[in-house]
């Protein structure tokens, strides 16, 4: 479906999405990589980095509701954003693990319901030939931000401590969260759908259960494998938290610079052959976590790491978009966050739990783990063998709206 769009209104939407996928990067690399660190070091046991872990999935599944109660407009989104952003204030005022917990819980919760609004109004505001380039700028100006972020908190905390430089991550997050409030796009009132009603617009298309049933493997794996990293980093290899910031900047700008690229492998090929690539590289990531014996070793499996959450994030949009109608593809991608919110939930608490309770080692729980993931990859796969579906990037033809579209995005991005 192409969009008549002018140049103008799409450069002010493109650039105004980039401010807040900035905001979003500082946020999410902040709550991901360097809170569970600060949360170790302050004393948390293996069972609260699995509920750190266990957060963004837990939020996910209650995303499955969103279609009732969550935003539906600009300003909606931009206000849920801004909330849960400055959530992260609050470890700040009170520095004790529960609070940081319901911190980072609050902050995916604003992730989670405005995504459906999210990937609606980028059905509205871009044409869908360009959709795997947009949605490769964006990530890539999202991992960008979360580069600057990390390669500025180790001399930030050495100067003011871990704390405050993620209460300042906060108010970044929550200013740059205003930018969704100016997004123009005509965006239809979709029907309001029910959990049900989400997790039905998602298997009823064949490709989207086939990618659902390799998500919850290779995702299982991995996200099993989160709460484990603080204890690579502080317990096996004794890393300082500046140490751990540059394996988060290598993350990031692996991330960034290949976003771009597996948007025009997805306009090209398609996004199931970016969720087969990803995967893979995905996989390589957790086996070097698994043998990690000093950093060195650990900048590769980052390098992997961020190329690998670059293509499933493309992949994941791009697939949704391509099989569903603009108007049920909030609910589908609730329906995606919900189904694999599920094992997210379980899966942290998994690999943590046997190494709490001295059923394995650290080493032995992380092997475990990427023999998960190495069965999801082998279904991301044969999925990306099956035969291709003609969607909007298999036209022929190019609408002048999408010539337009196109000049627009070069002159954004400086191709």
Known sequence: MSHEIPAAGMRRNLS????????????????????????????????????????????????????????????????????????????LIVPIPAVMVAAAF????????????????????????????????????????AVAATLLVGVAAAVTGDLPVIAAAGIVGMLAAAAYAGLRARLSDAPAFSARGSIRALTERPVLRRAVLAQALYGGGMIAAVPLYPLVYVDRLSLSLADVAVVATLISVATTVSFVAWGVVSDRIGPRAVLAGGSA?????LLGYTIAGDLHTLWVAAIAAGAASAGID????????????????????????????????????????????GFVDLTTALGLCAIATTGGVLLYLDNAGAPIRLGAHASLRESRAVRRARLVLGAATGR
């Open 16 to 91: 105004l999405d980039l401010l807040a996928a900035l905001g979003v990067g500082v946020t999410v690399v902040v709550v991901s990589t360097l809170l569970p660190t600060v949360a170790r070091r302050a004393g948390i046991e293996p069972a609260g980095l699995a509920a750190l872990a266990s957060a963004p999935f837990v939020a996910n599944v209650l995303g499955a509701f969103s279609g009732g109660i969550g935003p539906r407009t600009p300003r909606q989104l931009a206000l849920l954003r801004a909330l849960g952003a400055g959530a992260l204030v609050a470890v």
């Open 314 to 357: 493309v992949g994941i949009s791009a697939v949704i978009s391509d099989n569903t109608p603009l108007e049920s593809r909030g609910a589908a991608v609730a329906g995606w966050s919900a189904a694999t919110g599920l094992r997210g939930m379980v899966a942290p608490f998994l690999g943590a739990g046997l190494v709490q309770t």
């Open 281 to 285: 590289l995905g996989l390589g990531s």
């Open 106 to 145: 609050a902050f995916w919760v604003g992730i989670a319901f405005g995504t459906p609004v999210q990937l609606r109004l980028w059905g509205a505001m871009y044409p869908d030939r360009l959709r795997g380039r947009v949605l490769g700028v964006l990530g890539a100006g999202r991992a960008g931000a």
